[in-house]
């Protein structure tokens, strides 16, 4: 998963959103783990359009 | 340096704070952890909360949080149809606009009077299981692995909710039951200083928009979109960047302030409780599905769970069974308001914009005296049966 840190308010919408549970934010950093099965909910969710999926354009 | 408590609660929300504080009264030693390096910011909130939610969870208001009283309500339809409900007809249902950063703090102190340990910049990162039952946290504590003991751990990460996941409950969310949301502070408005407003519709698909007052020319202007309805990564933003251009009392403002948000609309968890572990406030999925506002709940929940494990941790037993009144308090006061509003909600979606508006105007020339959901829909059941006939069991 990209983070665009700029665009990021780290509100935390795509951690609760995650069905994996795969998203954790640290304050302001956002990690995501390997459970993470690329379903793309968190980068729809996003308020701001802060998150890409790698190798999507 | 401690590291065994009877209760370590994570997160210092006014669900964790309020947990923190009954419990700590009862005589448990109990320890906040909060990953952030300021309680209540940065803010993630619309304000909003009525008179009588403070009061059940036995909260006296104190006016150094206040920031705005509110006389009353506006909801506008797509069409610009207005209904006002003003604080006679809402009762206690209206009331105030907090400052949040100050009621979290506030609350939080309450904690610490009562004799709770508060650290913060201590993040959990997962829990501690032996077998079936939850022992404790592991944590980073300004970027140092810790482990954390514990008789019982008090989920209270809100809508993040990822401790109760961790130990095993489910609290995972389906798209249609998230709202995601975005909000300005902002000021030098045109807006009433004294009117909470909500504008439905399609302007915010499946959600609203509000605007809360801060005090003269300065209010909370925020936008709510159901995940399920987005299409385009950022859209929720955009919704409300447009809907205050096209907005004159609001394009002439500039903003002070930005946060963004996730809000469950969704039934409550099945499983508050498990040996060694507690879900209290937006972690348990209890805010209204209809409003979206979770602090009045959150507060109750936390007061019911702080009570019940001061007299765990008195009796040495955090067992499941133990904790089992807390799920009994707070399902009793708020779960058939929750699973009624959450079918109303799912009702609200397939309104379209033209309903909404022959439902506002019904509203605005009908005679509601007391606000309240029931009341709302007996109003629309007058003039349009077919709108309600599948909440016939609601009314
Ligand atoms: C945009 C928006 C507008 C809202 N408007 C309203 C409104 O007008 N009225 C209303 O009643 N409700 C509103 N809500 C909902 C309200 O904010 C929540 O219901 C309320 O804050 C819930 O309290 P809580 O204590 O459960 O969780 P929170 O207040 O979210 O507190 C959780 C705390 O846990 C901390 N935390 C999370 N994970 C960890 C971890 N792993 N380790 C340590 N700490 C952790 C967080 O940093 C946070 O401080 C709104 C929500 C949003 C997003
Ligand atoms: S939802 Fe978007 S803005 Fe919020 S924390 Fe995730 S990436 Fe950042
Ligand atoms: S793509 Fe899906 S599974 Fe991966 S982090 Fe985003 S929401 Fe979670």
């Known amino acids: 998963m990209i983070v665009n840190i700029e665009k990021c308010m780290h509100c935390g919408a795509c951690v609760g959103s995650c069905p994996q549970n795969a998203v954790y934010l640290n304050e302001i950093v956002l990690e995501f783990n390997e459970d993470c099965n690329r379903c793309g909910r968190c980068v729809r969710i996003c308020p701001v359009g802060a998150l890409k999926m790698e190798g999507k354009r | ?395």
């Open chain 2, 1 to 395: 340096m401690r590291t065994d408590y009877d209760i370590i609660v994570v997160g210092a929300g006014p669900a964790g704070s309020m947990t923190a504080k009954h419990a700590a009264r009862k005589g448990a030693r109990v320890l906040m952890i909060e990953k952030r390096q300021e309680i209540g910011a940065p803010l993630r909130c619309a304000e909003g909360v009525n008179r009588r939610g403070l009061e059940k969870a036995g909260v006296p208001v104190d006016r150094r949080w206040v920031s705005t009283d509110i006389s009353g309500a506006k909801l506008v339809s797509p069409g610009g149809h207005v209904f006002r409900i003003d604080e006679s007809q809402a009762g206690n249902e209206v009331g105030m606009v907090l400052e949040r950063h100050l009621f979290d703090k506030a609350m939080a102190a309450d904690a610490a009077r009562a004799g709770a340990e508060i650290w913060l910049k201590t993040a959990a990162v997962d829990v501690i299981k032996e077998g079936e039952r939850v022992v404790g946290v592991k944590a980073r504590r300004e970027g140092e692995p810790l482990r954390l003991t514990a008789g019982c751990v008090v989920a209270a990460d809100g809508f993040e909710s990822q401790v109760a996941r961790w130990a095993g409950i489910d609290t995972s969310l389906k798209a249609g039951d998230i709202t995601t949301c975005f909000q300005y502070r902002m000021t030098n408005l045109r807006t009433e200083p004294d009117y909470c407003e909500f504008i439905i519709g399609s302007v915010a698909p499946g959600g609203y928009i509000w605007i809360f007052p801060k005090g003269d020319d300065t209010a909370n202007v925020g936008i709510g979109v159901l995940a399920s309805k987005l299409e385009k990564p950022g859209e929720v933003k955009r919704y409300l960047d447009d809907w205050i251009r096209k907005d004159e009392r609001l394009s002439c403002g500039q903003p002070l302030e930005a946060l963004a948000g996730g809000v469950s609309v969704s039934p409550p968890v099945e499983r508050s409780v498990m040996d060694g572990l507690i879900l209290v406030g937006d972690s348990a999925r209890i805010i209204d599905p209809i409003t979206g506002g979770g602090i009045a709940n959150g507060l109750l929940a936390g007061m019911h769970a702080g009570n019940v494990l001061g007299d765990c941790a008195q009796a040495k037993d955090f067992s499941e069974e133990a904790m089992m009144p807390y799920d009994k308090l707070w399902r009793d006061a708020m779960e058939d308001r929750l699973w009624r509003n959450w079918m109303a909600k799912e009702k609200f979606l397939t309104l379209s914009d033209s309903t909404l508006d022959a439902v506002i105007e019904t509203l605005s020339t009908a005679n509601v005296d007391k606000m309240s959901v029931h009341n709302i829909l007996i109003a629309i059941k007058e003039r349009h049966p077919e709108l309600v006939r599948e909440f016939e069991e609601l009314i």
